[in-house]
């Protein structure tokens, strides 16, 4: 079979298997055998008819060819099993006289085998000339390449942050795995498909457009965007898109590699937590204003160098300005009472000087000219300029302070009641005293009358009656001199007093009482008890006070004798103070505050104002009055008092 | 002839009383016992032959209202005269309701206390 060939301009010719008969074409021909022995690739001439015609040393070594393979068709050589298609492509060389290249793999080696068309002198194409480049090193790093590639590939899929690399026009050039899912599409259909045609437009932010224009213009920084409603597969979603510039040696093209990272779950989070904060603020705020308006107490804030003044809903109520309008010093003093006017002047013109901290109470003059008094605290701070600051806060005290006065009213007239009540008691006291010695007196006197009266009479008896008489008579005025002590005071007087003296006072006038009630007193009164400053009217009833719960409380004792115990001692406080013990009833440790509560009373016929009336008396002379179970029987109540740096003066 | 005369015991915590009431009963003719307290006079051998009772109302310890009735209790019918430093109008009608004789208020007179003695004799 003869393949008619093309006819081909230049070359070379007179390449021959064997010797001619032109000596110098014969050199040549040796010259270039030698030539192309020399050359390290091997090459196979393959005739128009398709059988090897010749082939260089490297081939012999090489392909492993012997001069028996001269005129076999390559198909029958086994080095050529790895090229089935080599006749055909070798006429398609020939036809078109243009070259063609294959892949050919001949044991571990790789090659690239160049079919080029062979013309003879004529430059008629009749057979080809197969050139073996080893090509097996770059086949290697080729194939290392590709696996670096896959490796690669295979760990950004894994990445589960979206990924997308942009070319220069901001087109898709290829993503990740995590990237076609987010939005639900394939490589191929994105492709070259611009950014911003994903979801939904939502990336068609200027602010993102020109970063990412200037990120491939340069390889400056990237500032994170916040892309909000971005339509993907899992509906409307926040993402941050943050880029990096990518640049290829040896390339001049730039790309960008996008990452987005989907932040809608914290978002909804941050949202829920707004909500809740904002929700938590409006309780909180809710709270004060309830606390103010419960505690009549407004705020304010004073920053002085503007006059800005922020008050609370409270303190626009308390000053009964319509709320949420300006308040001003001009304003505020417009309710000030006219007799506060200069303090409240004086305290601005030297809180306004840098002053301090500052408390005043002033009165307020309303519209309808009722007064209310309220009490200011401030506190001097600087706001986060430096600025001079006052905030403090307002409270209404009117009600409080009506109710003190009622309160203060009430107990002084309790105390009337009460001061009118234990004088009956001790006027009945008083007068058992009295007619005990008036008895003896008017006894002996009739005595000595009879005495005298008979025949001879009794002079000796009548002497004795008469001295017996003097000293009833003696006796009971005593007790008239007692009687004094008690009723001379009308107003409450401060004076130095010893209270062991008041005391036996009183447990001489109502010693036949707490007989009657079978009491028996011991007195344990301090020695060089040091004098106390005070009303000894009062002290006394106080005094009697005691005295009277504690035999009252023993009144149902069977069991054992009523012992009551009054001692006065100075204390560790170095106080005076006098205790009453008795061994009754006792006191439930949770009541005890509420004896002394007005009112209150555990008694059938009491009236519930003897202890708070002596808590009230106490107090007033700087005192204390207290009560205690004892760890027996009976309860134990005691006061105690400041004591006088003054001396008794009689 | 052996007059005898009739013994009146007085009980009273008031020392003064004690005093001065003896010699006064002792002028009017009367034997006299003075004790200090109900459990003195309960106690000592004068009960039963006591005639009169003067006795005090308030008293440490047993008063003389709950000593009538231990009295009435143990069955000793002795005519009582209370006397009392204490004025009180209620006292006075409950005592006799209750069986005294006479109530006196402190002071008394030596012819209040007289007659009072005298209707005690009758009574006993």
Redesign the interface.
């Known amino acids: 079979m003869t393949t008619q060939g093309a006819t081909l301009s230049g070359g070379w010719t007179g390449f021959q298997g064997v010797n001619g008969d032109d000596p110098a074409a014969n050199t040549a021909n040796t010259d270039l055998i030698n030539i192309l022995d020399t050359v390290a690739v091997p090459i196979v001439v393959v005739r128009g008819d398709f059988v090897v015609a010749c082939f260089n040393r490297a081939a012999a070594d090489v392909l492993d060819l012997s001069p028996s393979d001269i005129g076999r068709a390559p198909r029958e050589i086994s080095v050529f099993a790895g090229l089935p298609r080599l006749e055909q492509q070798c006429s398609q060389v020939i036809i078109s006289g243009v070259d063609s290249r294959i892949d050919f793999r001949e044991a571990d080696k790789w090659f690239v085998v160049r079919i080029s068309p062979y013309t003879k002198g004529d430059r008629q194409v009749n057979g080809t000339v197969l050139t073996f480049t080893n090509v097996t090193p770059f086949r290697a790093s080729l194939d290392h390449a590709i696996y670096e590639r896959e490796c690669t590939k295979a760990i950004i899929n894994t990445v589960a942050d979206p990924l997308v690399v942009l070319d220069a026009d901001q087109r898709i050039q290829s993503g990740n795995r995590a990237f076609y899912k987010m939005f639900g599409v394939s490589r191929d259909e994105t492709q070259g498909v611009p950014l911003n045609d994903l979801g939904n437009g939502a990336f068609e932010l200027a602010p993102l457009r020109e970063q990412l224009k200037e990120i491939l213009a340069d390889s400056h920084g990237f500032q994170s965007v916040e892309v909000p409603h971005v339509v993907t597969a899992k509906g409307q979603r926040t993402l941050i898109l943050d880029a990096h510039p990518l640049s290829f040696p040896g390339h001049s093209e730039r790309r960008v590699l996008v990452i987005f990272q989907d932040i809608t779950a914290r978002k909804q989070a941050e949202a829920a937590k707004d909500l809740r904060s904002e929700e938590e603020l409006r309780r909180s705020e809710a709270f004060l204003a309830e606390g103010q308006r419960l505690s009549l107490t407004g705020s304010f804030c004073w920053k002085v160098a503007t006059d800005d003044i922020t008050w609370s809903e409270q303190l626009y109520r308390i000053f009964e300005f319509e709320p949420g309008t300006p308040v001003t010093i001009e304003r505020i003093n417009t309710r000030v009472h006219p007799e506060d006017l200069p303090t409240m002047n004086e305290s601005i013109a030297w809180a306004r000087a840098g002053g301090a901290d500052f408390e005043y109470s002033l009165r307020l003059l309303m519209a309808d000219d009722s007064v209310k008094y309220v009490n200011a605290i401030a506190h001097r701070s600087r706001d986060a300029g430096g600025q001079l600051e006052y905030m403090g806060a307002v409270q209404d005290e009117t009600q409080r302070r009506m109710s003190e006065e009622a309160l203060a009213k009430a107990r002084s007239e309790l105390t009337k009641v009460a001061r009118i009540t234990s004088l009956g008691v001790l006027t009945a006291a008083i007068a058992h005293e009295v007619n005990q010695p008036l008895s003896g007196i008017v006894t002996n006197a009739s005595t000595c009358l009879r005495m005298l009266d008979v025949d001879p009479a009794n002079l000796d008896g009548a002497r004795e009656t008469a001295r017996r008489t003097i000293r009833d008579g003696n006796r009971a005025s005593e007790v008239i001199t007692r009687l004094r002590a008690l009723f001379s005071k009308k107003e409450f007087t401060l004076e130095p007093l010893d209270l062991n003296e008041a005391t036996r006072e009183v447990i001489a006038l109502s010693l036949s009482e707490l007989q009657r009630n079978r009491v028996i007193v011991h007195s344990e009164l301090a020695d060089d008890l040091p004098p106390v400053r005070g009303d000894r009217v009062e002290l006394q009833q106080v005094i009697l006070n005691l005295l009277r719960n504690a035999s009252d409380a023993m009144v149902g004792v069977e069991d054992r004798p009523r012992q009551l115990t009054i001692r006065t001692e100075l204390d560790e406080e170095d106080r005076v103070s006098l205790t009453v013990h008795d061994v009754g009833v006792g006191l439930e440790p949770q009541t005890v505050e509420q004896l002394f509560a007005a009112f209150y009373t555990t008694k059938a016929d009491g009236m519930g104002i003897g202890l708070s009336v002596s808590r009230s008396i106490i107090e007033s002379h700087h005192g204390r009055l207290w009560a205690a179970p004892n760890d027996g029987p009976g309860a134990t109540f005691s006061f105690s008092l400041p004591r006088s740096s003054e001396a008794v003066t009689s | 002839m052996t007059i005898t005369r009739s013994l009146v015991s007085v009980v009273d915590?008031?020392e003064?009383?004690r005093?001065?009431?003896p010699?006064?009963l002792n002028?009017?003719g009367f034997a006299v016992q003075v004790f200090s307290s109900a459990d003195e006079f309960l106690t000592s051998d004068f009960v039963r032959l006591t005639k009169i009772l003067i006795l005090d109302i308030?008293?440490?310890?047993m008063?003389g209202p709950e000593l009538q009735e231990e009295l009435k209790r143990r069955g000793r019918r002795i005519p009582i005269v209370f006397?009392t430093?204490?004025?009180d109008d209620t006292v006075r009608p409950s005592l006799i309701a209750r069986g005294a004789v006479e109530c006196l208020?402190?002071?008394?007179?030596?012819t209040a206390l007289l007659s009072a003695l005298n209707a005690a004799l009758r009574v006993a």
Do not use: H, Q, R, Y
């Open positions: 915590d008031d003064s009383v005093e001065s009431l010699d006064l002028e009017m308030a008293m440490p310890g008063s006397i430093a204490k004025k208020f402190k002071p008394f007179s030596d």
